[in-house]
Nanobody
Framework: QVQLVESGGGLVQAGGSLRLSCAVS??????MGWFRQAPGKEREFVAS??????HYTDSVKGRFTISRDNAKNMVYLQMNSLKPEDTAVYYC?????????????WGQGTQVTVSS
């Protein structure tokens, strides 16, 4: 019933921008997040958004912006000033409860490739 579907990935040059979208179905979640996983690396937290706050990993602060449209049940990740090290599969995720330790639902991911 719950489904998260990412879109918007692609190939961009360093310094460019991409806007990722996550369509959420089944229910609404208080906390949504974006994660990414590069080849040979473990999945890492990128950004999250709840009803009242946002958080970012240090490496993307000032460059990425997470937002949501509750009416459309969509979550976005605006990525600016992209760097080759941002290359990864980006996943949308949701916490069942705001204070859950981990995320409970995951999308299938969308590839972001940043060329140098």
């Amino acid at each position: 019933q719950v489904q998260l579907v990412e879109s918007g990935g692609g190939l961009v040059q360093a310094g460019g921008s991409l806007r990722l979208s996550c369509a959420v179905s089944g229910r609404t979640f208080s906390t949504m997040g974006w994660f990414r996983q590069a080849p040979g690396k473990e999945r890492e937290f990128v950004a999250s958004i709840s009803w009242s706050s946002t958080h970012y990993t240090d490496s993307v602060k000032g460059r990425f912006t997470i937002s949501r449209d509750n009416a459309k049940n969509m979550v976005y990740l605006q990525m600016n000033s992209l760097k080759p090290e941002d290359t990864a599969v980006y996943y949308c995720a949701a916490k069942q409860y705001m204070y859950s330790e981990s995320y409970d639902y995951w999308g299938q991911g969308t590839q972001v490739t940043v060329s140098s």
